[in-house]
Nanobody, 123 residues
Framework: VQLQASGGGLVQAGGSLRLSCAAS????????MGWFRQAPGKEREFVAA????????DYADSVKGRFTLSRDNAKNTVYLQMNSLKPEDTAVYYC?????????????????WGQGTQVTVSS
């Protein structure tokens, strides 16, 4: 499956952005989907994941209550709504697809990755 992330940009602290990840190539609903991020000089970290149906989600503690992950299987797209953004949210955000059996927070479990989209939050 091919993944195309978009929606990043520059925003002031307290602002919002919505990231999208469009998938093509295989049956989208077969995949758990996740978002990860990587800030300069840091390791890639888990942000959020969603089940195949979209009925359940999982969030990193650092974004819980501020970010919302959803998916539209008819459009082969996942959305990461990011509110109340903080400077520490600045990173390249990657979407990923996992053909495994359960939702995962581990990057190594994901089979396919998008190219990343830059999110910069100014203070």
């Amino acid at each position: 499956v091919q993944l195309q992330a978009s929606g990043g940009g520059l925003v002031q602290a307290g602002g919002s952005l919505r990231l999208s990840c469009a998938a093509s190539g295989r049956t989208f609903s077969n995949y758990f989907m996740g978002w990860f991020r990587q800030a300069p000089g840091k390791e890639r970290e888990f942000v959020a994941a969603i089940s195949r149906s979209g009925g359940s989600t999982d969030y990193a503690d650092s974004v819980k209550g501020r970010f919302t992950l959803s998916r539209d299987n008819a459009k082969n797209t996942v959305y990461l709504q990011m509110n109340s953004l903080k400077p520490e949210d600045t990173a390249v955000y990657y979407c990923a697809a996992d053909l495994g059996l359960t939702r995962s927070e581990r990057a190594s479990d994901y089979d396919y990755w998008g190219q990343g989209t830059q999110v910069t939050v100014s203070s």
